[in-house]
């Protein structure tokens, strides 16, 4: 079972920032917080990853609480080709299942004109 | 970042015959490779991982005499649906993580209807 919790869906103006949170309460100390994108009948598309430190990249920007009990994937200026389903997921850095991606429901952010 | 492609992109099948899709690292060697299904309106579920030269871990559930995988190279994943049937009309979704990588790449998917 996915170990994140997310909205299902949100709504966000063309031009304004993103922010989709997510929880991972129980999250352990050795496991990063990935998040992934999934446009319509696409592969997902990698964005960004962190362990606690606030991380950011071209795409978007990773801010995870001091407890790491939750974090927020904030996208700056959310275009329409930002629609699609984000996931939230937590994993650890090592092989075996333990290491596997495993997706829960996410959030389908729609971006509005 | 890291290219996956799968092919085909769609096949249309019989049930009863079998399906053959790819998936290639392009520009990586994939230690580890994932394969995953995704039905109509629900998230991606894991199916099986392989390690290069060895056999796959199969999910719970999922039949490893029906999906057979093969992991040949550093670069080449294979998925055969064997003797489909209706049922197994998805999206099918492969992945690739290098065995430094933090991040895992996905392909474009494939998609399987079976008549």
């Known amino acids: 079972d996915a170990k994140t919790t997310q909205p299902t869906s949100m709504d966000c103006a063309e031009g304004r920032a993103a922010n989709l949170p997510c929880n991972h309460s129980?999250?352990?100390?050795?496991?990063?917080v990935y998040w992934y994108r999934q446009i319509h009948s696409q592969g997902p598309q990698y964005i960004i990853h962190g362990l606690k430190n606030n991380e950011t990249n071209e795409m978007a920007s990773l801010i995870i609480t001091e407890d790491r009990k939750s974090s927020t994937l904030i996208l700056p200026h959310a275009t329409l080709r930002d629609t699609a389903v984000y996931y939230c997921?937590?994993?650890?850095?090592?092989?075996?299942?333990?290491?596997?991606?495993?997706f829960g429901k996410g959030t389908k952010l729609s971006v509005k004109p | 970042g890291a290219v996956v492609s799968q092919h085909p992109s769609r096949v249309i099948c019989k049930s009863g015959t079998s399906v053959k899709i790819e998936c290639r690292s392009l520009?990586?060697?994939?230690?580890?490779m994932f394969w995953y299904r995704q039905f109509p309106k629900q998230s991606l579920m894991l199916m099986a991982t392989?390690?290069?030269?060895?056999?796959?871990?199969?999910e719970q559930g999922v039949e490893k005499d029906k999906f057979l995988i093969n992991h040949a190279s550093l670069t080449l994943s294979t998925l055969t649906v064997t003797s489909a049937h209706p049922e197994d009309s998805s999206f099918y979704i492969c992945s690739a993580r290098r065995s430094t990588g933090r991040e895992q790449y996905f392909g474009p998917g494939t998609r399987l209807t079976v008549t």
């Open positions: 392989s390690n290069e030269g060895s056999k796959a871990t199969y």
């Open positions: 997921i937590v994993r650890v850095l090592r092989g075996g299942s333990q290491g596997n991606l495993i």
């Open positions: 129980t999250i352990s100390g050795n496991e990063y």
């Open positions: 520009d990586f060697q994939a230690t580890t």
